[in-house]
């Protein structure tokens, strides 16, 4: 069974930066395709950015040019780079997982694992 763990959450003012870090447990990491979600109360849990076990890489448009998503294979850990943050970037992210090792698509349905998530709060 594949367990995500995130960590690195929490409060910052806008324009400044986090890293988010997922370490996964149980499977052969290389060989999946992680994404980073994120969720409010008010909104559908969207996509944020994805990687395959390529290392091909995809982002929503809200966030190019201020987000990176890296992954170290050695070490089993999933990285959202966030800088720039914006209030409209406050969220629950979550860390996903699929044994597709392909899927580049920022769909949710397309993950099979998931983990509890982390807090992101930005203040204006």
């Known amino acids: 069974q594949v367990r995500l763990v995130e960590s690195g959450g929490g409060s910052v003012q806008a324009g400044g930066s986090l890293r988010l870090s997922c370490v996964v447990f149980?499977?052969?990491?290389?060989?999946?395709?992680m994404g980073w979600f994120r969720q409010t109360p008010e909104k559908a849990r969207e996509g944020v950015a994805s990687i395959s076990s390529g290392g091909a890489l995809t982002y929503a448009d809200s966030v190019k040019g201020r987000f990176t998503i890296s992954r170290d294979n050695s070490k089993r850990i999933l990285y959202l780079q966030m800088a720039s943050l914006k209030p409209e970037d406050t969220a629950m992210y979550y860390c996903?997982?699929?044994?597709?090792?392909?899927?580049?698509?920022?769909?949710?349905?397309?993950?099979?694992?998931w983990g509890q998530g982390t807090q992101v709060t930005v203040s204006s």
């Open positions: 996903a997982a699929t044994r597709a090792g392909y899927m580049t698509a920022l769909a949710r349905s397309g993950f099979d694992f």
């Open positions: 149980g499977y052969t990491f290389s060989s999946l395709s």
